[in-house]
Structure formats: C-alpha cells, structure tokens
C-alpha cells in the first residue's frame, strides 16, 4: 500500500506537472520556433518550394512531439486518477470494516448487559389473565374418615344422590312415545315409593 501511496505521490507530484510544463513552454516558445524556421529555411539560392517543403517537415516534427507531450500527459493524468480510485477504495474499505466492528462491539455490548442483567434479576412466575383457569362449582366433598381417623362406611350411601333438602317425586305420567303410534289404553300410574 505504501508503494501504491509513493506512485501516487509521484504522478501527482512530479510526472503530471512536469508534462504540463512541457505542453505551456512549447506554446511559449511558438513565436521563437517561428523566427528560428524563417531565418534558417530561407538560404540564398533556396528555392520556394525548397524551404516551404523544410517548414512544413519541421512543422510535422513539432506537431508530433506536442501530441507525444500531451499523450504523456494524458497517460500520467490517467494514471493518477487510477490510484486515488484505488486509494478511495482502501478507505471505503476500512470504513466499512470499522463499521462492522463498532456494530459487533454494540451488540456484544447489548447481550453482555442483557445477560448480567438477567442473571441479577429474581425470576417470578409470570402471571396471565389467559393462562388462569375458569372457576368451577365447589365440588362436594365426601368425608370417607371420621373424626378419630377410621373409615367410615356409610359415607359412600349418599354417593351419587343431588345436594337438596326436597326429595324428587316420581312424574305423575310418564313420557309420551316417540313416533306416531300412542297407546290406545292409559298406563296404570305407578306404585308409590316405600318409606
């Protein structure tokens, strides 16, 4: 990468002006090229077209070297413009990989804090209107002991029969028939129940 940062520092520096110099001084110095083909091409006893034909090659010869200069200079302007991309590059990457490591470190951050947060704190059941059950009627209970703890076989007479102080009577008729058919004499009504 240092290498890279020197080139750098060199076509910016060094290469790039120097080519630039080098187009300015050729434009300066036109008025003096001028003078110098006029005094050297026109020999006595030179033909017209002689020295015309020596203008124009000079002239060709100079017109190459300026293309040569600015095609230097292009080059050097092209490859200084390659390594900043390529610097620009390095930076977005160590910005990027800042990035990464400054978000792991607040989420290592986070989780740390989570957890000795969690480990300091008292866990209690957590209570949920949805999770309770309904109320249901209260059972009745069926004593199967007495008082000094024996069984108790009686217990198990009133298993089964409703909690009221009313006995039920017998229905005075019974159910019709289901269907359509109806007995065509009426039912003896029932004995009553022993007492």
Known sequence: MNDEV???HYQTLTALPSALDELTANQENLNSIADWCTSTYLLPGETRSRTQELAKNYAKDALITVAHHMCSSGANLTKALQLQATELEHVDAMVTLIENRLSYQKANLGHSATTLQLAHREL???VSEAVTLPEEEPMQEVGLRTGDGKLDFNALDQLGELPSS??????SQPPPFLGSAQPSHPQPPPPP???
């Open 166 to 171: 009313q006995p039920i009577a017998p229905p």
């Open 193 to 195: 129940p022993p007492s």
């Open 6 to 8: 020197s080139v750098l």
């Open 124 to 126: 209690q059941p957590k």
